[in-house]
């Protein structure tokens, strides 16, 4: 990156900051009249975030070609993310796959791991989109998080992300005491393509003996027949202007999901999956404001049905991609401070 692009980039991060962080009624007045759906308010500065996405006419992820829409989805995560304090980063390679592990600074060893696999529709995001997140959740919650790159689409259709998800799980496992982490003490987490992940791997898990004491989903995408659901309410209120578009959706489709695919397949969609028993505990947070609310919420449900101890949180004032906000404004960073807690009571 050139000297040039660094400047422009501290400037961009910090007007983010700053307006963000404005009083809310300040806030109000930039962000327009309250936005309300489905008896829901979006947060206010959430609300401000799209507006200044829209007065600067930023194009959204799903019309750029491909390596400009990975690139900008690096970009908007790297402001959003801001500068996350943790105790050391290193770069491993775990079954094959480029990934990172997350050392808390209060690390003494033997901690818990979290194996995370990043959202993105399978065909964007990286170790980088992710790294603020990652940092937080090893750092607050004083876990080691084992961050995996698992192949991308259209390069890799499914079932590549599934099968690099499995086996970078199964190579966490083998090599925990190597991570300096407690073999017995090992979760699975993502968001959005990296939640639908994630419950994959832990219903293969639970089939395998493997150990895992929580499943982390984040507004898991985990029913790719959406589209022929008539009671999906989200997927039609929420389907433009919050960010995650339905437009976004059918480009990551097209580019993961093959011609002939079942798109009923569990491993493509957990919702439709015999769940085993001694399936890990889960933690679902969806947000109000996502077309992903409600399958998200539907597979907590089966989850319960199954017998499986859940903990289900609607984050009302939210919108798809809260994750990766961790360095700006104050909803969306209070959101995550609260998955970063369940995490912390789930492995320790």
């Known amino acids: ?113 979290l194996v995370f696999f990043h959202g993105g529709g399978f065909y964007v995001g990286d170790l980088d989109t992710h790294d603020a997140p990652c940092r937080v959740l090893a750092e607050r919650a004083r876990v080691r998080v084992l961050a995996v790159d698992y192949r ?7 079932p590549a992300a599934h099968d690099d ?75 433009e202007g919050f960010y995650l578009s339905k437009a976004y959706m059918d480009r990551a489709n097209e580019a993961y999901v093959g011609p002939g695919t079942d798109l009923r397949d569990p491993r493509l969609s957990p919702a439709y999956a015999d769940l085993p028993e001694g399936l890990a505990p889960a933690y679902l947070c969806t947000a109000g404001f996502d077309p992903l609310r409600d399958e998200g919420e539907h597979y907590a449900r089966l989850l319960e049905k199954a017998g499986v101890p859940v903990t289900m949180r609607r984050f009302e004032d939210a919108i798809h991609g809260f994750f990766n906000v961790t360095g700006a404004g104050r909803s969306a960073p209070a959101a995550v401070a609260e998955v970063v807690e369940a995490v912390r009571a789930g492995l320790h």
């Open 165 to 239: 998800a499995e086996a970078a799980y199964h190579w966490a496992c083998d090599h925990a005491r190597e991570l300096g982490a407690d073999p017995d003490r090992i979760g699975v987490g993502g968001d959005s393509a990296g939640g639908n992940l994630a419950a994959a791997t832990a219903i293969h898990a639970a089939r395998t003996g493997l150990p895992c004491r929580l499943q982390l989903l984040v507004y898991p995408a985990t029913d790719s027949a959406r589209d022929e659901d008539p009671d999906n309410r989200s997927l039609h209120l929420f389907r």
């Open 1 to 113: 990156m050139s000297a040039l692009a660094r400047v422009r980039d501290a400037v961009e991060r910090r007007l983010l900051v700053t307006t963000l962080g404005l009083p809310e009624a300040v806030q109000r007045r930039l962000a327009g009249a309250p936005i309300v759906l489905d008896g829901q308010q979006l947060a206010t500065d959430t609300q401000l975030l799209l507006r200044l996405k829209k007065v600067a006419r930023i194009p959204p992820a799903e019309s750029l070609p491909l390596e400009e829409a990975r690139a900008a989805t690096r970009h908007e995560a790297g402001m959003a993310g801001g500068d996350q304090p943790i105790g050391e980063v290193r770069d491993v390679t775990a079954a094959g796959m480029p990934a990172r592990l997350y050392v808390p600074t209060s690390s003494a060893g033997g901690e818990p791991l």
């Open 152 to 158: 991308l689409a259209p390069e890799h259709p499914f």
